[in-house]
């Protein structure tokens, strides 16, 4: 570059840098947490498309600062300044500027000479980025292989693959810029490979310990319906994702878990366990039958063989008495014609030797109402 042309820079570039900016957030995406501020100029109180040099902010400019967003300042050195509450601003630490009420020696003559040995840039390059303190929803996640979970229902440790999403939000701008952020940038996104290989890696950990801590209260079929909790687990641990807000300044809202299925091997096991444990109870159930039958057999075997005895009497005779509608302890009403055809039936209970006279009377009197 001859001196020529960079003094025509600097003479174009001071000019034109003269002019005031209106500064504002630029447009979020989905994603994205830091913006670069976009520059609208005035001239005599109107926007103008003529454009001032990159890297320069003239004094007098307006800074608007939207809800829920801060902005930075940082030049090559470093940051200058971080604005958390939203408002407007004026900037006065930034290029004279005869508009701001700056003197022409120093607004014009003296940028144009200290340009001039820069190839007509100035000597000192400031930028205004925003950072978007909003919630930034939807960061997919996805166990990359089976993860242990000790099911307390099965008894067992089964392997898992978990798939949702996750949201965070900035709760500390100045600790989120300075220890998070990459130096003098202007534009990040968590859709930034390296982002999210870092976050996804941390809140795999700690999903993992979180999910575990659950297992001896909830099934794995329940654990969608408890994200609220697996959130709170996750923010409160003392190690990976439970550090971001202490270490980078933003921290998880909310966890929503779209889907846990077995690994092919687990849901073997899972479906081992399930026809085990139908065999089992068809097993219980015919046991309990053939010891029903076993028992109702022996009775019978003893009434055949060797009588009721005082006790076999009387319980044959409940037995037979509620056959025929009478509870113990309980008063049926019968109908004459019922009477007589109950006491019938007891008569040849009484003629067989099964009841005892006594016996005989006891229900005679119930079913008689007497």
Request: aromatic share 10%.
């Given at each position: 570059m001859s001196i020529i042309e960079?003094?025509?820079?600097?003479?174009?570039?001071?000019?034109?840098?003269?002019?005031?900016?209106?500064?504002?957030?630029?447009?979020?995406?989905?994603?994205?947490?830091?913006?670069?501020?976009?520059?609208?100029?005035?001239?005599?109180?109107?926007?103008?498309?003529?454009?001032?040099s990159n890297g320069v902010i003239s004094n007098g400019s307006k800074i608007y600062i939207p809800e829920n967003t801060a902005a930075f300042i940082f030049s090559q050195s470093g940051i200058e300044e971080i604005i958390t509450t939203p408002g407007g601003y004026e900037y006065q630490n930034g290029e004279k500027s005869i508009f701001n009420g700056d003197s022409i020696r120093s607004s014009i003559f003296t940028q144009i000479r200290d340009r001039v040995g820069y190839g007509g840039q100035t000597s000192e390059q400031k930028q205004i980025a925003f950072v978007n303190l909003r919630e930034i929803?939807?960061?997919?996640?996805?166990?990359?292989?089976?993860?242990?979970?000790?099911?307390?229902?099965?008894g067992t440790d089964l392997e898992i693959l978990a798939f949702g999403t996750f949201s965070i939000r900035v709760v500390d701008a100045e600790k989120f810029i300075k220890n998070y952020v990459p130096a003098n940038v202007s534009y990040y996104s968590f859709d930034n490979q390296n982002a999210r290989t870092q976050i996804l890696s941390e809140f795999i950990q700690s999903f993992t310990v979180a999910l575990n801590s659950l297992s001896t209260t909830y099934r794995i079929s329940q654990l969608p319906s408890h994200a609220d909790g697996i959130s709170m687990k996750i923010s409160d641990s003392s190690s990976n994702a439970g550090t971001w807000k202490e270490r980078f300044g933003f921290e998880i809202v909310q966890v929503g878990?779209?889907?846990?299925?077995?690994?092919?091997?687990?849901?073997?096991?899972?479906?081992?366990?399930?026809?085990?444990?139908?065999?089992l109870k068809a097993y219980d159930d015919v046991t309990q039958k053939s010891s029903d039958i076993s028992a109702q057999q022996k009775i019978a075997d003893g009434i055949k063989e060797n009588g009721f005895g005082e006790g076999g009497g009387m319980v044959f005779?409940?037995?037979?008495?509620?056959?025929?509608?009478?509870?113990?302890?309980?008063?049926?009403?019968?109908?004459?014609?019922?009477?007589?055809?109950?006491?019938?039936?007891?008569?040849?209970?009484?003629?067989?030797g099964i009841l005892s006279?006594?016996?005989?009377?006891?229900?005679?009197?119930?079913?008689?109402?007497?």
């Open positions: 960079a003094f025509t820079g600097a003479i174009v570039g001071t000019f034109a840098d003269q002019w005031k900016d209106i500064i504002t957030a630029g447009h979020f995406d989905e994603h994205t947490v830091v913006v670069p501020g976009i520059h609208q100029q005035t001239k005599n109180g109107r926007v103008s498309s003529i454009s001032g929803r939807d960061i997919k996640f996805g166990t990359r292989g089976p993860q242990v979970y000790n099911d307390l229902f099965y878990i779209a889907n846990i299925e077995f690994s092919p091997e687990s849901r073997e096991l899972v479906k081992q366990f399930s026809s085990n444990r139908m065999n005779g409940m037995n037979m008495a509620q056959s025929l509608g009478v509870k113990a302890g309980t008063k049926q009403t019968f109908t004459f014609d019922e009477q007589i055809e109950a006491v019938k039936k007891l008569k040849g209970l009484l003629d067989a006279q006594e016996e005989f009377d006891i229900k005679k009197k119930e079913i008689m109402g007497l």
